[in-house]
T-cell receptor, first 111, second 111 residues
């Protein structure tokens, strides 16, 4: 079983749609959780951290369910510029800062 | 004002050669990382240095040798290159356990 699992997609949605990505992780000792965004042939960049209480940043909402070891990302009012691969990321146990990446979910927003 | 830079951006070489990739960060971070992203887009940690000390050393062939001459630099030397080494190699830096900032990547092609 992969340590972080995501549906690779692709998700093809029209502009203005709401789209949700899910992710599960296997290590219950993971401490920190993130969504990164990676554009085609570019480096990953932090989109947002994910907290147990849920957090929102504009059109983006992230949720964490520690009991189910499940993370989600909701994008409202999709824009063409949201087209990218979204990477679910968790830290391993320990203090090394090691990040474990999911395979990524590809989003294509169409006009 | 590049935060994390890597050279070269592209590297095409023959099997059996030895090559190096260089990484530099000007963010004042104390931790640097090497990641490999293969053709299936999985991003996996290879090595990490904190204050020039190796803290993460994943199961990587010993043909790969990282070197950190100072906190701002982390180089990756690869001996006897193989076809399977073809991938994009990303350098990243952070304060330990904080957000990681990635370089633009080095696309290595082994022929």
């Amino acid at each position: 079983r992969k340590e972080v699992e995501q549906d690779p997609g692709p998700f093809n949605v029209p502009e203005g749609a709401t789209v949700a990505f899910n992710c599960t992780y296997s290590n219950s000792a993971s401490q920190s959780f993130f969504w990164y965004r990676q554009d085609c042939r570019k480096e990953p960049k932090l989109l947002m951290s994910v907290y147990s209480s849920g957090n929102e940043d504009g059109r983006f909402t992230a949720q964490l369910n520690r009991a189910s070891q499940y993370i989600s990302l909701l994008i409202r009012d999709s824009k063409l510029s949201d087209s990218a691969t979204y990477l679910c990321v968790v830290t391993s146990s320990g203090n090394t800062g090691k990040l474990i990446f999911g395979q990524g979910t590809t989003l294509q927003v169409k006009p | 004002d590049t935060a994390v830079s890597q050279t070269p951006k592209y590297l095409v070489t023959q099997m059996g050669n030895d090559k190096s990739i260089k990484c530099e960060q000007n963010l004042g971070h104390d931790t640097m990382y090497w990641y490999k992203q293969d053709s299936k887009k999985f991003l996996k940690i290879m090595f990490s240095y904190n204050n020039k000390e190796l803290i993460i050393n994943e199961t990587v062939p010993n043909r790969f040798s990282p070197k950190s001459p100072d906190k701002a630099h982390l180089n990756l030397h690869i001996n006897s290159l193989e076809l399977g080494d073809s991938a994009v190699y990303f350098c990243a830096s952070s304060h330990l356990r904080d957000e990681q900032f990635f370089g633009p990547g080095t696309r290595l092609t082994v022929l």
